[in-house]
């Protein structure tokens, strides 16, 4: 485990390998906290890759599950209520687009 820890890639390394070596890690750095030895730079170093790695890969996969709900959602909606809220978008881009050019031509 510990020459996993030391060249994991994180490219390669799937959301439980990477809880797992973080855990590793941090047992790794306790114990040489516990011995009273000074904790080499590449723990600290690998664990703040690891920790960030884990982060950014939660977020991700939290921000695609809100995309999907949303997705669902709107999925449910009525057609009519899917049109009125289309044509508030496009009226609110015509208006941007008028402010931006006033000679430009309103579609009917």
């Known amino acids: ?3 996993e820890f030391k060249s994991f890639n994180v ?3 799937n959301d439980e390998e990477l809880v797992a070596l973080a855990a590793f890690g ?3 750095r306790a ?7 000074e904790v080499p730079t590449w723990v600290t170093d690998n664990l703040r890759t690891l920790r960030r790695e884990i982060a950014s890969r ?5 921000e695609k ?3 999907e709900k949303k997705a ?4 449910l909606k009525p057609a009519e209520q899917r049109r009125e809220e289309l044509q508030k978008e496009i009226d609110a881009l015509q ?3 008028n402010a931006l050019n006033p000679t430009a031509s309103t579609p009917a």
């Open 1 to 3: 485990m510990l020459n």
């Open 58 to 62: 939660n977020a991700d996969n939290l």
């Open 26 to 28: 941090r047992v790794l």
């Open 11 to 13: 490219e390669r390394a």
């Open 72 to 75: 669902r959602l709107e999925a």
């Open 95 to 97: 208006e941007k687009v």
């Open 65 to 67: 599950t809100l995309r």
């Open 31 to 37: 114990e040489y906290e516990s011995s009273n030895i």
